[in-house]
């Protein structure tokens, strides 16, 4: 089947990529471009390096920009997947949506208004064990946002790895941080995966960081040999 | 010891309609095998929870004669959306457009060992049987069936993302 993945360029719809790789061909990659920090349905730091994801994976990306108003984003969305259902036959939409059920809703919906299979491999999964899923499957992600408290500046840009898995855990006991990130508590950037042809190292970062919520943007980047 | 019968035409399909209800099982403790539709012949089974499918996914019914061994099962089963679709197609009953995606509140019109109360639910589906006689609903709106004789039971939403309970009070029957 023909399969265009919704894409953010986090960790979840990397995985979600790298699963459905394994059973579909995947056609394009498609990314909403959402000027709303608080959107309730777009992943928004460093987003302008799904050009740069698409490129090393060798995939087309699909890019459509949103104000990022709440309903308007959904005529944005499905504006995206019928681009791409028109431009690059997709049959089917892959998700990475973990337990959302406001966002998967409406994904189901427009998919079942555009006569397209939806796809949501990492639905329901244990947010500890989609990280260690992530870091087994070779996903290389740093952390690009954070926007809860008790969540430190100093998480800014460190990779999603087992330390990190463990403080999570920790804040998950303490805090009830939902580790994955799935309550908006924050937000990763994928930098290198197996199917990327080069990975990505960012040269120009800016931290942003106040009351318990800040970004790491990646300014400039640039691919290195692998 | 419980079956967990797949009915998905497409492997991808199972990380979200079968996995997650797997491990509501292994986390409770339940003993469970997992076959596809395809390979279900014997039924050395107490109990079988027949799990959904993609909003997209017919190919079950199409298939229907391939669970005519419902008809003779004497454990219990809960067939979850399509699973609930083919019980209804085992025992006659015809199906109704009726598109319901996202979640809606659900109220128990019966008592009963599954659920009970007014609780909201997710839902995903298109279609929806028309009971016949065979069958009465456990609540307002039809979401929950029980076979009138038989502990068969057939719910239209997804149990395992909101009221996971109602699963494990099932494997507990």
């Not at chain 1, 303490?174 to 042809?197: C, R």
Request: aromatic content about 10%; some cysteine.
């Amino acid at each position: 089947m023909k399969i265009g993945v919704l894409f953010s360029g986090g960790k979840d719809s990397c995985l979600a990529l790298s699963k459905a790789m394994k059973e579909h061909e995947i056609v394009c990659l498609i990314s909403i471009v959402s000027k709303n920090k608080e959107s309730f349905m777009f992943h928004t730091p460093n987003i302008h390096i799904t050009n740069m994801q698409a490129e090393a994976s060798g995939i087309p990306l699909v890019s459509v920009s949103t104000e990022g108003k709440k309903e308007d984003e959904l005529k944005d969305l499905e504006r995206a997947i019928s681009e791409a259902k028109d431009e690059y036959d997709v049959e089917g939409i892959v998700t990475g949506s973990v337990r959302s059920t406001y966002q998967s809703s409406r994904i189901e919906t427009i998919c079942k208004k555009l006569d397209l299979w939806c796809f949501n491999p990492l639905w329901l999964i244990d947010e500890i064990e989609l990280l260690n899923e992530i870091i087994e499957s070779g996903i290389r992600a740093i952390i690009s946002g954070v926007f809860a408290f008790p969540l430190e500046k100093e998480m800014l840009g460190k990779p999603v790895d087992q330390e990190l898995i463990k403080k999570l855990t920790v804040l998950k006991e303490k805090y009830s941080i939902n580790p994955a990130g799935e309550g908006g508590e924050m937000e990763t950037t994928t930098l290198d995966a197996p199917f990327f042809k080069k990975k990505i190292e960012p040269t120009e970062t800016k931290t942003n960081y106040k009351d318990y919520s800040g970004t790491f943007e990646i300014e400039k980047a640039r691919f290195v040999e692998k | 010891m419980i079956l967990i019968i797949s009915t998905c035409s497409q492997k991808l399909n199972e990380d979200e309609f079968v996995r997650p209800i797997e491990k509501l099982l292994l986390k409770n403790g339940f003993d469970f095998e997992t076959k596809h539709y395809f390979k279900v012949s014997e039924l050395e089974y107490d109990k079988i929870i027949i799990c959904g499918t993609a909003l997209k996914d017919f190919e079950y019914l199409k298939d229907i004669e391939k669970f005519s061994w419902i008809k003779d099962y004497d454990g219990k089963i809960l067939g979850i959306c399509s699973g609930m679709q083919i019980i209804a197609g085992v025992f006659g009953m015809k199906m109704k457009e009726n598109v319901v995606i996202g979640i809606k509140e659900v109220v128990a019109a019966k008592q009963n060992t599954l659920i009970n109360g007014k609780f909201k639910a997710y839902f995903l589906i298109s279609k929806q049987p028309v009971l016949n006689n065979d069958f009465i609903s456990l609540t307002k709106d039809d979401s929950i069936i029980k076979h009138k004789s038989k502990e068969f039971y057939g719910c239209s939403f997804h149990p395992e993302v909101i009221n996971q309970e109602l699963i494990v009070n099932f494997c507990k029957l």
